[in-house]
Nanobody, 122 residues
Framework: QVEFTESGGGLAQTGGSLSLSCAASGGTISGWSMAWFRQASGKEPKFVAG????????YYADSVKGRFTISRDNAKNTVSLQMNSLKPEDTAVYYC???????????????WGQGTQVTISS
């Protein structure tokens, strides 16, 4: 199993930007689709952005299209999420995980990391 460590979260103002990073250890992310998910307080985790194994294809939840960009660096075993034009509804704990299938929104059964808290003030 791969361990994920998310970082880069914090407090930002509406309209601001944050850059999140997910570092994988104990195994490689190469060859696997990856995704970011977020979990708002009291709610189920929701898909945010997905990327294929080599970074040539990506897709997003409607709520973040045009504002968020997912990327990956397989050589560094990392996945990133650039978040711009932040809104209060982006407030959540953000997690990365393998995507069960590229094009879908379902995470794998690999354990979740600790996540990183993103809080957007209004």
């Amino acid at each position: 199993q791969v361990e994920f460590t998310e970082s880069g979260g914090g407090l930002a103002q509406t309209g601001g930007s944050l850059s999140l990073s997910c570092a994988a250890s104990g195994g490689t992310i190469s060859g696997w689709s990856m995704a970011w998910f977020r979990q708002a307080s009291g709610k189920e985790p929701k898909f945010v952005a997905g990327i294929n194994w080599n970074g040539s294809g990506d897709y997003y939840a409607d709520s973040v299209k045009g504002r968020f960009t997912i990327s990956r660096d397989n050589a560094k075993n990392t996945v990133s999420l650039q978040m711009n034009s932040l809104k209060p509804e982006d407030t959540a704990v953000y997690y990365c995980n393998f995507l069960l299938q590229f094009g879908g929104t379902v995470p794998s059964h690999n354990p979740w990391g600790q996540g990183t808290q993103v809080t957007i003030s209004s």
